[in-house]
């Protein structure tokens, strides 16, 4: 298993336009997570998944952004109508269920919005 | 109001001092993360500490779970510059298990070779 694995690294976008990125996470994995992650900050919870299911959304997700995550597997996270304050680094993480497992994280999807 | 302070915010060292950094809540942990983060790359675990006055280490990395679970501490002996990073803490704000990491904003540490 080669870890969680985002698509693309890097992506520019001109304001209005829609974007998607794309996680893979570890195949064990039945639990995925995105965050948002801006400079001098933590990452911050966007949503999670476990399996196919969608089970806590964060404030932060406004209306603009969705999430996938189809047949259990890798997960996508859309926004639509992006706007300069959309710009972030967007992590996405994968683990087992249940309490003390850690979160592997893959290496995020840098966008800015211009 | 943060969840989980981190203190310093920012720290620069020289190669071979000791350092230490905290993690803060008002709240109880059942259980803490240590997670260090490169530029450009996502956070790496380091350890779990779940039981109150736990103490776990990792080489040159000393970890601590306070007695009342409401705070942890890494203290790193002898720092090299493989040290530098952002060193973040993590809790589940609800205790069930089953709740979303909730990440402090991180010490960015800075070693001097």
Known sequence: ?114 | TQLLEQSPQFLSIQEGENLTVYCNSSSVFSSLQWYRQEPGEGPVLLVTVVTGGEVKKLKRLTFQFGDARKDSSLHITAAQPGDTGLYLCAGDPRNSGNTPLVFGKGTRLSVIA
């Open chain 1, 1 to 114: 298993d080669t870890g969680v694995s985002q698509d693309p690294r890097h992506k520019i976008t001109k304001r209005g336009q829609n974007v998607t990125f794309r996680c893979d996470p570890i195949s064990e994995h039945n639990r995925l997570y995105w965050y948002r992650q801006t400079l001098g900050q933590g990452p911050e919870f966007l949503t999670y998944f476990q399996n196919e299911a969608q089970l806590e959304k964060s404030r932060l997700l406004s209306d603009r952004f969705s999430a996938e995550r189809p047949k259990g597997s890798f997960s996508t996270l859309e926004i639509q109508r992006t706007e300069q304050g959309d710009s972030a680094m967007y992590l996405c993480a994968s683990s087992l269920t249940g309490e003390n497992y850690g979160y592997t994280f893959g290496s995020g999807t840098r966008l800015t919005v211009v």
